[in-house]
């Protein structure tokens, strides 16, 4: 039997929200895909556009951007920068061909590790039938 | 009203009285035909001036150059820089003032509106000619007069025109000391035209669209040099910031962050095209100069005009108007779209 196709997905999580939910996640012995990759940065909006674009260079079959809720950042306002940056990301990377679904972005509190899990699993499973990312990934 | 006679007497006088250090401008280049840019430094060169649909180039690059040049001198002249500028160059000129990279007094804005037409498209009017050579581009009412070496041709204006000018709003200057020519709003039945054309292919069809374009890519940068707005002093794409000495080890050397490679490969120049995009976002006043500079006819325009088209849609921001609007990307409002976030 053919070996199924497992996603590797670069994560970049906020240290403050997402990063401790994910880590609440683990405490809590939630079970969820191992595909994922977490960088933790210090905020959202500290994920320049090269980040993602690079990953994806590199060879992530997806990248999630996840950061705190509107009105929780850390910083204040990091988050709401995060939203604009994100957003013209995400449509330029359609308009170039991408699948959209490769590229998301999600908010996710440090309580929230059962939306952690969630976002994952759906991430995931919305992976795997297209397959390897093989547009922007450099040759080997 | 003033027309470009004017405006060039004004040169004239700014320049006897000292007013300004120097004119940037358009003159007539080698060919006898084709407007380059001039640098006029007495009042007895502002004959040189010329104003024509072959005036394609945005002067805005060269106030960059001078901010620079300024910044090496010990004992700079502070006096201001006159240019002339057509409507997407001021608008140019709004995005710089807007980022605080040039102050108004610096410069001195000559103004000249392209009044229902533009600026013509190289590629197409060599398309039209077939092989022949023009000598002299007029602009008639609603047509270009071509003279030949075989006598005079006549193109409705939409034939000749660059598509940046067919989709153009507004072809006048929104900033300037002194104005030649009338403010005329033209009605532009689809401004995104272009870029609807390809967002209506389908993800395939556009993947393999864009592959085939900037596969062809040679990473020349002429469309970085040429940019009003590509203005760090160091590019992402130069990793010129590890300062290798004799004793820097080759570890060290290892470790630094290449975010792009150089190399002219399908996947890197996507990233650098795609960066450069995203660095643009609401900054691009579509000057189309990255797509004329280009020796490979890379559609570039494409990638800033998509980002143009969602700025305007969602945000409601159009770019270069207001010196004084916040920057698109470093600004934000509560209610921004959020729908695509889970």
């Not at chain 2, 407007?35 to 805005?60: G, M, Q, R, S, Y």
Request: aromatic share 10%; with cysteine; charged share 30%.
């Amino acid at each position: 039997m053919a070996e199924e196709f497992e996603p590797k997905i670069v994560a970049f999580l906020c240290k403050w929200c997402s990063s401790a939910g994910s880590d609440m996640a683990g405490v809590s012995r939630m079970e969820y895909p191992p595909n994922v990759i977490p960088i933790q940065v210090m905020c959202s909006g500290s994920v320049s556009p090269l980040y993602i674009f690079t990953a994806f260079n590199k060879g992530a079959d997806g990248v999630l951007v996840s950061g705190c809720h509107p009105g929780d950042c850390h910083y204040i306002k990091g988050n709401y920068y995060a939203r604009r940056r994100i957003y013209f990301v995400k449509k330029l990377l359609e308009f170039i061909g991408l699948e959209p679904e490769r590229f998301q972005m999600s908010w996710v509190s440090a309580a929230e590790g059962t939306k952690y899990t969630q976002v994952i699993k759906d991430f995931v499973k919305e992976l795997k039938p297209l397959g390897p990312q093989a547009k922007l990934r450099r040759n080997p | 009203m003033a027309n470009f006679e004017d405006l060039k007497e004004e040169a004239r006088k700014l320049l006897r009285e000292g007013k300004i250090k120097y004119l940037i401008g358009y003159g007539t280049g080698g060919n006898g035909w084709q407007a380059i840019p001039v640098f006029i430094k007495t009042p007895e060169d502002v004959e040189k001036l010329v104003w024509d649909p072959t005036c394609v180039h945005n002067l805005a690059r060269f106030l960059v150059d001078e901010k620079r040049r300024k910044a090496r001198q010990k004992q700079p002249d502070k006096r201001p820089v006159g240019v002339v500028v057509k409507g997407c160059d001021s608008r140019a000129i709004v995005v710089l003032l807007q980022e605080k990279f040039i102050d108004r007094q610096d410069i001195y804005v000559l103004g000249v509106s392209c009044e229902k037409a533009g600026v013509i498209d190289d590629h197409k009017l060599a398309r039209k000619l077939g092989g022949k050579k023009p000598k002299k581009i007029e602009l008639a009412a609603d047509r270009f007069l071509i003279t030949t070496a075989d006598g005079k041709v006549e193109f409705p204006v939409e034939e000749l025109l660059a598509e940046r000018c067919l989709e153009c709003q507004a072809n006048f200057p929104v900033l300037y000391d002194i104005l030649a020519g009338e403010k005329t709003r033209k009605a532009v039945d689809k401004p995104f035209g272009s870029v609807e054309k390809i967002e209506a292919l389908g993800q395939e069809e556009r993947w393999r669209f864009w592959k085939e374009q900037l596969d062809k890519c040679i990473r020349c940068y002429a469309c970085r040099s040429v940019c009003p707005m590509c203005y760090c002093d160091e590019c992402v794409v130069d990793s010129i910031n590890l300062a290798v000495t004799a004793d820097t080890t080759a570890e060290e050397k290892a470790h630094k962050v290449k975010w792009i490679q150089r190399s002219a490969e399908s996947s890197e120049n996507f990233v650098y095209h795609l960066v450069r995009a995203i660095h643009l976002a609401g900054r691009c006043i579509d000057c189309g100069e990255c797509e004329r500079a280009c020796p490979l006819d890379i559609p570039l325009r494409f990638l800033n005009k998509k980002l143009e088209k969602e700025a305007k849609e969602l945000f409601g921001y159009e770019v270069g108007f207001d010196p004084a609007q916040p920057p698109l990307i470093s600004s934000f409002k509560d209610d921004d779209p959020g729908d695509f976030i889970r």
